[in-house]
């Protein structure tokens, strides 16, 4: 069974701290993503990667960045977190392959006061 | 751009009911369509998918075909159960992998 695995349930920040969030999974795959989930918005896609070291935006990546230095790792990074960052965000992963699915992790529940 | 609509939940039903979420497309290709359900506490798992036009995707008694002269994807199951209460989004394929999704439907199934 796939295992994405994000490294904080909870997270409760500062206004101004900077913040990492962290994802690994287990199955060698390729692509990897980060969106945000919130209530009447659904999901929404941050960043995704497709290679070490690769990264595209998605459809909200303002005052977000990511790293990706290892194929099982991608981290997402607020660089100044703000209250409007208050979210449950959520890694996935997935093949490179048409078609394939996402794998999710639990996701974080970040609070920024 | 591509979207998903689903309806506005919360569904509320009694268990052994039959159970309709509705989703709708907007997409100017041919995308891949998917039903994923969030269980209280998790992360999102892939429920089922169709890949094409009239293809039906199933699994644990959930049932969507793949209408495209509706453009719609709708999600039924003839008889629920309490287990069955969860978040279920819809989502359709984008380049690369991604996945466009919809807002997600509260399913509250009582005994």
């Known amino acids: 069974d796939v295992k994405v695995t994000q490294s904080s349930r909870y997270l409760v920040k500062r206004t101004g701290e900077k913040v990492f969030l962290e994802c690994v999974q287990d199955?060698?795959?390729?692509?990897m993503f980060w969106y945000r989930q919130d209530p009447g918005l659904g999901l929404r896609l941050i960043y995704f990667?497709?290679?070490?070291?690769?990264?595209e935006k998605g459809d909200i990546p303002e005052g977000y960045s990511v790293s990706r230095e290892k194929k099982e790792r991608f981290s997402l990074i607020l660089e100044s977190a703000s209250t409007n960052q208050t979210s449950m965000y959520l890694c996935?992963?997935?093949?490179?392959?048409?078609?394939?699915?996402?794998?999710f992790g639990n996701g974080t529940r970040l609070t920024v006061t | 751009g591509d979207s998903v609509t689903q309806m506005e939940g919360p569904v509320t039903l009694s268990e052994e009911a039959f159970l309709t979420i509705n989703c709708t497309y907007t997409?100017?290709?041919?995308?891949?369509l998917f039903w994923y359900v969030q269980y209280p506490g998790e992360g999102l798992q892939l429920l089922l998918k169709?890949?094409?036009?009239?293809d039906k995707g199933s699994n644990k008694g959930f049932e969507a075909t793949y209408r495209k002269e509706t453009t719609s994807f709708h999600l039924e199951k003839g008889s629920v159960q309490v287990s069955d209460s969860a978040v279920y989004f819809c989502?359709?394929?984008?380049?690369?992998?991604?996945?466009?999704f919809g807002t997600g439907t509260l399913l509250a199934v009582q005994p």
């Open positions: 169709a890949t094409k036009a009239d």
């Open positions: 989502a359709l394929s984008a380049p690369l992998n991604k996945l466009i």
């Open positions: 990667s497709y290679d070490v070291k690769m990264k």
């Open positions: 199955m060698d795959h390729e692509n």
């Open positions: 996935a992963s997935s093949e490179d392959s048409l078609n394939s699915p996402l794998h």
């Open positions: 997409a100017t290709g041919y995308p891949s």
